[in-house]
């Protein structure tokens, strides 16, 4: 079966090495596989999109030597989240996120997960107030779904109800949910293989229940654990760490930057190295090395 694979990034800012491992990772899957590999744009958030920081996204991408088979941008692809969103059971929702807190106060279930679940407050009674924007929520199935990660080979099952709760599928600003978006094209691009951050296994589950309800296909999933610094501090441009933006500017080696990247992941390169020398590196590892 051929493979396609993507690299789908939010241009909410430079890239930082933390990204770039993950856009290394995600194009050596595909490449090593001889499979295609896209690149998506999720510029849907457009409080959080930086103008410009797609183009940026594009020229690091190329400077490493990560190439693309296709590109695609969330922002030009709203028909087709408007009609997945019709195909599924879903119910306004006007309350504030005070609102949801008192609920959830209120009530005697605590939220069992590390993640805040709506109470449910509008999905038996329609919104009190009709004048109020409205987000819409997918009443998610009454069910447990568990995915398998390919690399770590760990198992992460959810109760949906219990630990997800009905979740915005549409922002009462309009804007579509990274969920829904996500699941719409992979399935669409018609993505085998999807390469990412550890910071997205909780949200596959619930992904992967979209999927089920819309007919889709399931691709499989590889988490890429994020990049921590020497104290075990997530690696963030917060903390200091230098933009690719900055590095090529400074006319630092692509190639270097590179090694340092395959060195972060424990494998034996030469201190120079391109994206295609990784590639025989990347198929010989084993499913144990793969674990990161
Ligand atoms: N756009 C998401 C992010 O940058 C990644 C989405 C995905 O790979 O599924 O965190
Ligand atoms: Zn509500």
Redesign the pocket.
């Known amino acids: 079966m051929s493979v396609t694979g993507?690299?789908?990034?939010?241009p909410?800012g430079a890239m930082h090495l933390g990204?770039a491992r993950?856009a290394l990772l995600?194009w050596l899957h595909s490449r090593a596989q001889g499979g295609r590999h896209l690149l998506?744009i999720?510029d849907l958030d457009t409080g959080r999109v930086r103008p410009g920081a797609a183009d940026l996204i594009e020229r690091d991408l190329l400077w490493l030597g990560l190439d693309w088979d296709a590109g695609y941008r969330q922002s030009e692809r709203l028909d087709l989240y408007a009609s997945a969103l019709e195909r599924l059971d879903t119910y306004p929702c006007t309350c504030t996120r005070r609102e949801i807190q008192a609920a959830m106060q209120a009530s005697a279930s605590a939220p069992h997960g590390p993640e805040a679940v709506y109470p449910g407050t509008c999905a038996a009674a329609a919104p009190a107030d009709p004048n109020r924007p409205a987000a819409q929520r997918w009443r998610v199935p009454d069910a447990t779904i568990c995915v398998e990660d390919g690399w770590s080979n760990e198992t992460l099952c959810q109760y949906l109800p219990g630990e997800v709760g009905d979740f915005v599928l549409r922002r009462n600003d309009g804007v579509y949910a990274?969920h829904l978006a996500?699941v719409v094209d992979?399935a669409e691009m018609q993505v085998t293989d999807?390469?990412?951050?550890a910071?997205?296994l909780p949200?596959t589950p619930r992904?992967v229940a979209l999927q089920r309800a819309l007919g889709y296909a399931t691709p499989r999933y590889f988490h890429v654990p994020l990049m921590t610094d020497f104290r075990g501090e997530r690696l963030a441009k917060r903390g200091g760490a230098p933009s690719l933006e900055a590095l090529r500017e400074s006319g630092a080696s692509p190639r270097r930057l590179l090694a340092a990247l395959a060195l972060s992941l424990g494998w034996n390169v030469p201190p120079e190295v391109s994206a295609h020398e990784l590639l025989p590196c990347y198929r010989e590892l084993t499913m144990y090395e793969k674990h990161f």
């Open positions: 993507r690299y789908a990034p939010s909410t990204n993950t995600a998506r999720e990274y996500v992979d999807v390469v990412r951050g910071d997205l949200s992904q």
